[in-house]
């Protein structure tokens, strides 16, 4: 079972952090997501790491990383269910999540890319009239 | 992380199984799921099995008594994601998924499971006019 499931929830990809994540793990799946994101053309990807009782700088890193590759290839990346405790230990390790956007649950990462996805087509018309 | 997220998508609950399923983590998943169909009030349940390899007579029994005690809940369950081999091996070894309904992936599980809703509706209505 060493690979973590992506999953197609309406326009978004859902991935689910559930078991230790060691350097070839990780690897695999930023391959798998970003093949995801090209072939589902998903504008979004919600990473839940509700199981996570603790992070790391490497976890941190690969966390800013996929936000990084999936916003290079047009969706964006919101991490959800972060544990109090974890959020505790980032402030404390002075963990920099760059580019991570976060939300409490699913269901408000969900309405958090809706309404990124939303102001990027109200940009996008602007720039349109204006040509 | 010994405990199986469960992340509410919209009326939905979603669980991914990702590790290897033992006595206690499925004693826990069982209580966890319950608890969280109750308290969410959620209507369906998705289990996603999109990472197991193989499954045997215990993963079915699982399977079918986590249907049977969502349904007791008022709740529905869909499988999604079972892999090609796992479906020939359910059949080989006679595994009966009884009560089990399944779906190739959660788009499409979630629209059965909206479908299910809505003929209940239609039924709850009747029953109600015949009143």
């Given at each position: 079972?060493?690979?973590?499931?992506?999953?197609?929830?309406?326009?978004?990809?859902?991935?689910?952090?559930?078991?230790?994540?060691?350097?070839?793990?990780?690897?695999?799946?930023?391959?798998?997501?970003?093949?995801?994101?090209?072939?589902?053309?998903?504008?979004?990807?919600?990473?839940?790491?509700?199981?996570?009782?603790?992070?790391?700088?490497?976890?941190g890193r690969m966390l800013g990383?996929?936000?990084?590759?999936?916003?290079?290839?047009?969706?964006?990346?919101?991490?959800?269910?972060?544990?109090?405790?974890?959020?505790?230990?980032?402030?404390?390790?002075?963990?920099?999540?760059?580019?991570?956007?976060?939300?409490?649950?699913?269901?408000?990462?969900?309405?958090?890319?809706?309404?990124?996805?939303?102001?990027?087509?109200?940009?996008?018309?602007?720039?349109?009239?204006?040509?």
């Amino acid at each position: 079972m060493e690979r973590i499931p992506i999953l197609k929830v309406g326009e978004f990809l859902l991935v689910s952090i559930q078991v230790d994540m060691h350097d070839r793990l990780v690897l695999s799946l930023q391959d798998d997501l970003t093949a995801q994101v090209v072939v589902s053309r998903a504008k979004g990807v919600l990473i839940d790491i509700s199981a996570l009782d603790m992070v790391d700088s490497f976890i941190g890193r690969m966390l800013g990383n996929m936000a990084a590759m999936t916003r290079a290839l047009g969706a964006e990346t919101v991490v959800v269910g972060m544990q109090p405790a974890v959020a505790i230990t980032i402030v404390e390790l002075g963990l920099v999540l760059t580019d991570v956007r976060t939300a409490i649950n699913v269901d408000k990462g969900m309405a958090l890319l809706q309404n990124l996805l939303n102001e990027s087509s109200v940009i996008d018309s602007h720039e349109f009239h204006e040509k």
